[in-house]
């Protein structure tokens, strides 16, 4: 693994306008942290990566690094690029694994952050570093939304979600409140009376969208995100239709095959999937079968009846009329995208939400109340770990710029200049 690693890293031109940064999200400084690792400053190259993004282990399994960095290679043009996910992986578990800093000094503000998914631990750990006071609410048993109960273990092993709860949070003094929903027993209302003096929303999507045909409440017929919630809770039986080919829908096949199913047919709408390459060539290496241009129409005990359709010269599709077919199936499951649930907005007064249910809030996370502010999935719609990063990396410090804005605060900054 390390001396592949190291081939990678010394292949590397250390580019002076590096396309590969350009091409990553959240720009991670490619080049500097390749070149610190050759040099053999493999712990300053980890904190460059930690700093510049929180989930950088996580990101470097999880990106769709074919779209992002390593697409943008300069290498790729004429051969392979330089595989940069290896190496942020290597450096990024390997510091990961001595870290072991405590809290920062403690400046005796309260924040609280609703949801531990990617962008609820982004701001989280950049509030700790500047010494806030952090409590996490989380309506789950365990932290990390998506990465811990959507993607699959075999893509994101759930012991990288137990060192990031180590290391970044309780041992940085992150207080953590599992199986606590707001907007049930507790709202946002009381956090203010509690003294919190800036709330953060990160909760995700997690309503799956319906197809609005008949048949989806039968008992065979399951939801993509609640299946992958906790797939031993589901008897497939031996053949299974996926209904949808985005990243989602791949998950879905992938642990069915894994589970036990023996047949198991994506079906997509259009002529392609919407998945990245990447993941549907390991669908179809793992044995799952993609049938394109059909339709739902509807879902019976049997199976699901699918409609053809037709690709037209402008890039619309039109159904086939008399082309309806049975396709045989033992278990559905419905992943085509989530939208947000509203359980936060119903119980709290003055947050406005688009026509789509997602909380409105600028580039910096300001909602419609000022003291309240949101990103990622619930605030963009279904996106990807690392633009809930690097959305939430702005909102942090716009947290922190309205809180040092505070009368009270800034009075308090004063006294303690006066005393000093
Ligand atoms: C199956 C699947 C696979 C994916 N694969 C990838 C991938 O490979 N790469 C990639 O980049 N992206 C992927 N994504 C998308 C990515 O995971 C999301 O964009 C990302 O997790 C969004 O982060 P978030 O913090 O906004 O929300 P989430 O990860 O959804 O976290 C929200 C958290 O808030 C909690 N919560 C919700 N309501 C409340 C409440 N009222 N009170 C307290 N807590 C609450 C939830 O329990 C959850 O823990 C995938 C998504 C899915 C569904
Ligand atoms: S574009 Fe490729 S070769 Fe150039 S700095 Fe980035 S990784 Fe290295």
């Not at 998506?146 to 949070?169: C, M, T």
């Amino acid at each position: 693994m390390a001396i592949h690693v190291l081939d990678e890293a010394h292949r590397c031109l250390n580019c002076k306008v590096p396309q590969c940064q350009k091409g990553c999200p959240i720009h991670t400084p490619i080049p500097q942290v390749i070149q610190l690792m050759l040099n053999g400053k493999l712990d300053e190259a980890g904190k460059t990566l930690f700093e510049n993004n929180p989930l950088t282990t996580v990101c470097s399994l999880v990106c769709n690094h074919e779209g992002q960095c390593e697409g943008h290679c300069v290498l790729g043009r004429k051969g392979a690029p330089v595989h940069f996910s290896a190496i942020e992986n290597y450096i990024s578990t390997t510091y990961s694994s001595k870290m072991v800093h405590g809290p920062a000094a403690s400046n005796g503000i309260r924040v609280a952050i609703i949801g531990s998914g990617p962008a609820g631990l982004t701001i989280a750990v950049i509030l700790a570093r500047k010494g806030y006071q952090v409590t996490i609410f989380e309506g789950k048993d365990k932290i990390g939304g998506v990465l811990r109960y959507g993607i699959p273990e075999f893509r994101l092993p759930k012991s990288i979600l137990d060192d990031f709860e180590y290391r970044h949070l309780r041992l940085k003094d992150i207080k953590v409140r599992p199986n606590t929903s707001i907007g049930g027993a507790i709202g946002i209302d009381d956090l203010l009376r509690d003294g919190y003096k800036a709330i953060f929303v990160g909760t995700g999507v997690w309503q799956p969208n319906t197809l609005h045909i008949k048949g989806e409440t039968l008992g065979h017929v399951h939801f993509g995100i609640n299946y992958l919630n906790n797939p031993d809770s589901f008897h497939l039986g031996e053949r299974v239709i996926v209904i949808g080919a985005g990243n989602a829908a791949m998950d879905v096949a992938r642990t069915a095959m894994r589970k036990g199913a023996r047949y198991v047919q994506c079906f997509s709408r259009s002529d392609t999937v919407q998945a990245s390459k990447h993941e549907s060539d390991y669908a179809i290496l793992e044995g799952v079968e993609f049938i394109y241009c059909k339709a739902p129409k509807e879902i019976v005990d049997e199976g699901v009846i699918f409609i053809d359709r037709e690709k037209q010269e402008d890039g619309t599709y039109v159904e086939i009329p008399g082309t309806e077919k049975l396709y045989p199936a033992d278990s559905v499951i419905i992943s085509v995208s989530q939208g947000p649930r509203n359980r936060i907005v119903n119980s709290t007064q003055g947050l406005s939400v688009s026509e789509r249910g997602l909380l409105l809030a600028d580039e910096n996370g300001h909602t419609t109340r000022p003291e309240i502010f949101a990103s990622g999935d619930v605030v963009n719609g279904a996106r990807t770990v690392v633009e809930a990063v690097a959305h939430s990396k702005k909102v942090a410090e716009a947290m922190d710029a309205y809180i040092q804005s505070l009368p009270e605060i800034k009075e308090q900054k004063e006294k303690m200049i006066s005393i000093q």
